[in-house]
């Protein structure tokens, strides 16, 4: 990475966009509303059963300018969710400041592990465990999503909801490779603590991006 690259990404100017694309926001409070993804690479949070690890890698991917992203969003749609990747690792006031200058509501898509940036109406907390939450972050989220891939994460997910707001609204979701077994404990986790809500990935199931 050369030194002017460097420093276009970490103002924040310019920014290493896996893809970005128009489609139907498919998980959590917001499921079924159009929306603008800009899917940012880089990541080291490092799940394993992760489903974009494609993401990770920051160099094969080029670089666009925060303001010729918000304006190719824009056009498609004011709904805008900024992901990853681990979107946070980038400083996303630039892009945001031009985002909300078009209109835009902008949510973010986060594992929390990296400092808040930017301007954001709408925050994803998904923790991770090789990668905790910041403390500022719990206490802004509005959802909070954990990911259910083995049975240790419903205690994991009690002991992040006690880190979150009150008002932050609570999803447990299955990894998709195991939601035929998992979606059945999910139910029953959520009959016994009706605080929780579940969050499916129906944009898989409408063969969608």
Known sequence: MTK???????TGEKLPVMEHFYTIQGEGFHSGKAAYFIRI???DVGCHWCDVKESWEISQYPLIEADTLARQAA??????????GEPLMW???ILTGYLKALGCMIHVETSGAYPLS???DWITLSPKKTGLPREEIYLKAHELKVIIFNTHDFVFAHQQAEKVSEDCLLYVQSEWGKREKNYPKIAQYI???PQWRASIQTHKYLNIP
Do not use: P, R, S, Y
């Not at 056009?75 to 990853?84: D, P, S």
């Open 118 to 120: 930017g301007i954001i």
């Open 41 to 43: 690479a880089g990541c």
């Open 4 to 10: 002017e690259k460097d420093i276009f990404m970490k």
């Open 75 to 84: 056009e498609f749609c004011k709904t805008v969710i900024i992901t990853g």
């Open 191 to 193: 009959l016994e603590n």
């Open 91 to 93: 400083n996303l006031d």
